[in-house]
C-alpha cells in the first residue's frame, strides 16, 4: 500500500498566533460558543482529515490581560463534538500528573463508545508552574518523578481498559443472562502511585482503548513514546532536527520491540498562507503587531520553570548566557532545549525570538502560497521527517480555510492525501494494529464499521 499522509487538526484558541484572537481574520465566537468548535470539526471532517485535537491547562495564565484564555475542558467538549459528527477522530489531552486513573478510563471509554471509536488520548506531564496549588499540592513534581507516575498510569488504564472481554455482554433476554461474570476481570493493581481494585464499569469500547498520542520531546519524553505512543505530536524548528527525532524515535521504538510503523509522528506546522509570498508574509506582521510583549514573557517564563527576563530588553541581541540551562529545567525541558538552540544559532534579538514564538510556540512556521506550502508538507513527508502534520493555523477559521481548499487539494492531486474516508475507527485510519483482549489474546478485535 503507498503511504499515505496524516493530517491533524489543532484547535487553540482563534488560532495559534498569540495575537489572533484581535485579528480581524479570526472567529468572532466567543471560546465557549460549542458552535465555533463545531464548525471546525465539521470543516475538517469535510477536508477528509484524520482528526482534531485539544490542547488543555490546569492552570489559569498569568497573561490574561493581553491573551485569550478560557477554553473549555476538552473531554467534555469532545462528547458535545463525537454527537455533531461522524468521522473525524477526535483527540483530547489529559493529564496523569493530576488525574486519576479509574475516573480517566471512564471517561475515555464513554468516549469512544459515543463516538463509535474515534477516540484518542494525549497523555501529558502538567509541567506549568502554578499548576500543582489548583490540586491541593505545595510543589510541582520534578520531571523524572512525573514521567515515573505517568509510566504507571498507563499501565492501570490499560489494565482497566482490558476488564471487559469484546464478547462479554450477552443482553440476552430469554435466558435472563446480561453479561458473561467470567469474561470481565478486576485490574487489581498495586504500585508506587496507585492502587487500583478494578473491574471498570464501562464495557470495553470499540477500539479496546483510545489511540494514545504523546507530545515529550526531552529524553524522558522519548522513551515514554517510545514505549507507549501511537502518534506523536512534536515541535521542531527545523527539518534537519524533525529527521534525527524521527529517526531516534523509530529506533527506540524498534528496540522495545515494536513496529516503527505503529507510531506516526506529526510535527506541528503553523502556515501562513497567501495568494503570493508577500501577501502570506503580511499575515504574520499583522499578528506580530497585534502582539503585547508581556504575553511573549510570560510564555517564555513558563518554558523556563518561572524565571524572570523581565530585565532583558526588547532589542537587545540574546545569547545563550541569557537563559537558565535547559537540562536543569523541570518544566517544559524539550522547548527549553528548543529555544536556546535557537538563541545560539541565530542570535535574535528578544523582541524577535518573542515574535518567533509567538506564532506557534516553537513549532514550524512557514510563510508562502498553497504550492509552496504543499511542496514544504511534502518534502518533510519523503524525507524521512513526518509521517503527516499536525495542523496548527496561525489564525482560525480564516487560515484554515485556506488550508483546507488550496493546500489539501494539491496533496490529493500528488496522491498523497485521501479523498474519501474509509470505514473503520481511528486506530483503522492510523493504520494501527487493532488492541488485543487479555481475555483472547491470539484474536484481535474485529474491526469496526
Given at each position: 500500500?503507498?503511504?499515505?499522509?496524516h493530517?491533524?487538526?489543532?484547535?487553540?484558541?482563534?488560532?495559534?498566533?498569540?495575537?489572533?484572537?484581535?485579528?480581524?481574520?479570526?472567529?468572532p465566537?466567543?471560546?465557549?460558543?460549542?458552535?465555533?468548535?463545531?464548525?471546525?470539526?465539521?470543516?475538517?471532517?469535510?477536508?477528509?482529515?484524520?482528526?482534531?485535537?485539544?490542547?488543555?491547562?490546569?492552570?489559569?495564565?498569568?497573561?490574561?490581560?493581553?491573551?485569550?484564555?478560557?477554553?473549555?475542558?476538552?473531554?467534555?467538549?469532545?462528547?458535545?463534538?463525537?454527537a455533531?459528527?461522524?468521522r473525524?477522530?477526535?483527540?483530547?489531552?489529559?493529564?496523569?500528573?493530576?488525574?486519576?486513573?479509574?475516573?480517566?478510563?471512564?471517561?475515555?471509554?464513554?468516549?469512544?463508545?459515543?463516538?463509535?471509536?474515534?477516540?484518542?488520548w494525549?497523555?501529558?506531564?502538567s509541567?506549568?508552574?502554578?499548576?500543582?496549588?489548583?490540586f491541593?499540592?505545595?510543589?510541582?513534581?520534578?520531571?523524572?518523578?512525573?514521567?515515573?507516575?505517568?509510566?504507571?498510569?498507563?499501565?492501570?488504564?490499560?489494565?482497566?481498559?482490558?476488564?471487559?472481554?469484546?464478547?462479554?455482554?450477552?443482553?440476552?433476554?430469554?435466558?435472563?443472562?446480561?453479561?458473561?461474570?467470567?469474561?470481565?476481570?478486576?485490574?487489581e493493581?498495586?504500585?508506587?502511585?496507585?492502587?487500583?481494585?478494578?473491574?471498570?464499569?464501562?464495557?470495553?469500547?470499540?477500539?479496546?482503548?483510545?489511540?494514545?498520542?504523546?507530545?515529550?520531546?526531552?529524553?524522558?519524553?522519548?522513551?515514554?513514546?517510545?514505549?507507549?505512543?501511537e502518534?506523536?505530536?512534536?515541535?521542531?524548528?527545523?527539518k534537519?532536527?524533525?529527521?534525527?527525532?524521527?529517526?531516534?524515535?523509530?529506533?527506540?521504538?524498534?528496540?522495545?520491540?515494536?513496529?516503527?510503523?505503529?507510531?506516526?509522528?506529526?510535527?506541528?506546522?503553523?502556515?501562513a498562507?497567501?495568494?503570493?509570498?508577500?501577501?502570506?508574509q503580511?499575515?504574520?506582521?499583522?499578528?506580530?503587531e497585534?502582539?503585547?510583549?508581556?504575553?511573549?514573557?510570560?510564555?517564555?517564563?513558563n518554558?523556563?520553570?518561572?524565571?524572570d527576563?523581565?530585565?532583558?530588553?526588547?532589542?537587545?541581541?540574546?545569547?545563550v548566557?541569557d537563559?537558565?540551562?535547559?537540562?536543569?529545567?523541570?518544566?517544559?525541558?524539550?522547548?527549553?532545549?528548543?529555544?536556546?538552540?535557537?538563541?545560539?544559532?541565530?542570535?535574535?534579538?528578544?523582541?524577535?525570538?518573542?515574535?518567533?514564538?509567538?506564532?506557534?510556540?516553537?513549532?514550524?512556521?512557514?510563510?508562502?502560497?498553497?504550492?509552496?506550502?504543499a511542496d514544504?508538507?511534502?518534502?518533510?513527508?519523503?524525507?524521512?521527517?513526518?509521517?503527516?502534520?499536525n495542523?496548527?493555523?496561525?489564525?482560525?477559521?480564516?487560515?484554515?480555510?485556506l488550508?483546507?481548499?488550496?493546500?489539501?487539494?494539491?496533496?490529493?492531486?500528488?496522491?498523497?492525501?485521501r479523498?474519501?474516508?474509509?470505514?473503520?475507527?481511528?486506530?483503522d485510519?492510523?493504520?494501527?494494529?487493532?488492541?488485543?483482549?487479555r481475555?483472547?489474546?491470539?484474536?484481535?478485535?474485529?474491526?469496526?464499521?
Open positions: 500500500m503507498t503511504r499515505q499522509l493530517l491533524n487538526l489543532f484547535i487553540n484558541g482563534r488560532g495559534h498566533h498569540e495575537a489572533a484572537w484581535r485579528h480581524a481574520g479570526s472567529t465566537r466567543a471560546l465557549t460558543d460549542l458552535r465555533y468548535y463545531q464548525e471546525l470539526a465539521l470543516a475538517a471532517e469535510a477536508a477528509k482529515l484524520d482528526s482534531i485535537f485539544f490542547a488543555d491547562h490546569v492552570v489559569l495564565g498569568e497573561d490574561l490581560a493581553h491573551s485569550a484564555r478560557g477554553e473549555l475542558e476538552p473531554l467534555t467538549l469532545l462528547g458535545a463534538l463525537a455533531l459528527t461522524d473525524i477522530g477526535l483527540i483530547a489531552t489529559a493529564s496523569t500528573t493530576y488525574s486519576e486513573p479509574y475516573n480517566l478510563a471512564r471517561q475515555f471509554a464513554t468516549l469512544d463508545h459515543l463516538s463509535g471509536g474515534r477516540v484518542g494525549n497523555i501529558v506531564t509541567w506549568a508552574p502554578g499548576a500543582a496549588a489548583n491541593g499540592q505545595d510543589r510541582q513534581s520534578g520531571i523524572d518523578q512525573r514521567y515515573a507516575r505517568a509510566n504507571e498510569f498507563v499501565e492501570v488504564v490499560s489494565k482497566l481498559w482490558d476488564s471487559w472481554a469484546p464478547d462479554a455482554i450477552l443482553d440476552d433476554r430469554a435466558s435472563g443472562t446480561y453479561a458473561e461474570a467470567g469474561r470481565i476481570g478486576r485490574a493493581h498495586r504500585g508506587s502511585f496507585f492502587k487500583v481494585a478494578g473491574a471498570l464499569n464501562v464495557p470495553r469500547s470499540p477500539q479496546g482503548r483510545p489511540v494514545f498520542v504523546q507530545a515529550g520531546a526531552s529524553t524522558d519524553g522519548r522513551a515514554f513514546a517510545a514505549r507507549y505512543a502518534a506523536i505530536f512534536t515541535a521542531h524548528l527545523q534537519e532536527s524533525a529527521i534525527a527525532f524521527y529517526d531516534d524515535i523509530k529506533t527506540q521504538a524498534r528496540a522495545l520491540g515494536r513496529r516503527g510503523d505503529q507510531i506516526l509522528v506529526l510535527p506541528g506546522i503553523s502556515a498562507i497567501g495568494s503570493t509570498e508577500r501577501e502570506a503580511r499575515v504574520w506582521d499583522e499578528l506580530n497585534l502582539s503585547h510583549p508581556n504575553v511573549g514573557l510570560a510564555r517564555l517564563s518554558r523556563f520553570g518561572g524565571h527576563f523581565s530585565h532583558l530588553k526588547l532589542d537587545q541581541v540574546l545569547s548566557d537563559f537558565p540551562d535547559p537540562s536543569l529545567v523541570e518544566a517544559s525541558r524539550s522547548r527549553s532545549q528548543a529555544i536556546t538552540a535557537l538563541v545560539a544559532r541565530e542570535r535574535p534579538t528578544l523582541r524577535r525570538l518573542l515574535h518567533s514564538l509567538a506564532g506557534a510556540r516553537g513549532h514550524f512556521t512557514a510563510t508562502g502560497t498553497p504550492e509552496q506550502i514544504v508538507i511534502a518534502d518533510w513527508f519523503a524525507s524521512g521527517a513526518a509521517d503527516g502534520f495542523v496548527m493555523p496561525p489564525i482560525l477559521p480564516a487560515q484554515f480555510d488550508f483546507t481548499s488550496e493546500v489539501v487539494p494539491l496533496l490529493r492531486k500528488r496522491g498523497l492525501f479523498s474519501e474516508y474509509e470505514d473503520g475507527t481511528l486506530r485510519r492510523l493504520g494501527l494494529d487493532p488492541v488485543l483482549s481475555f483472547d489474546p491470539a484474536q484481535p478485535l474485529q474491526r469496526s464499521a
